[in-house]
């Protein structure tokens, strides 16, 4: 079993949500430190978002997965081709694996959109559903 932090459409509520169903949700949490930033991938055939280095916090949720659905999700996310997965620290005082965005990226990428949020008072990002 692993930790899995995730940030957009694999969250509750979202479009890809059921790809977690074999997960168990643990709630939801932030990154630990002020060192990332989330952008938009705005190609077809619907934006999704991406972490990148920066100087914020990253909102989202925590599950535990096996590493068979880790592998699964490595072929959804195109691990190694768009995100490489990585350990990130988080404000419960856990350390689990994230998808960060291999930027500069060959999608294309914004670091404006309307499913991006940002409260200033916390200095932190979070994928918000529009629909």
Same mark, same amino acid.
């Given at each position: 079993m692993a930790l899995l932090f995730i940030y957009g459409t694999l969250m509750r509520g979202f479009?890809?949500?059921a790809r977690l169903d074999l997960g168990h949700f643990l709630g939801p949490v932030r990154t630990a430190r002020e060192e990332c930033s989330m952008v938009a991938c705005v +190609?077809?055939?619907y934006p999704f978002p991406g972490v990148i280095a920066g100087h914020s916090h990253i909102a989202g949720e925590l599950?535990? =997965?096996s590493?068979?659905?880790?592998r699964l999700l490595d072929d959804f996310e195109l691990e190694g081709q768009e995100y490489m997965r990585e350990t990130i620290a988080?404000?419960?005082g856990e350390h689990a694996?994230?998808?960060r965005l291999i930027y500069p990226s060959r999608l294309t =990428? =914004? +670091?404006r959109h309307a499913q991006i949020d940002f409260n200033k008072g916390e200095n932190c990002y979070?994928? =918000?559903n529009v629909e």
């Open positions: 479009h890809n949500a +190609d077809p055939p599950y535990d =997965v590493t068979h659905l880790l988080l404000n419960n694996q994230y998808y =990428v =914004v +670091d979070r994928w =918000v």
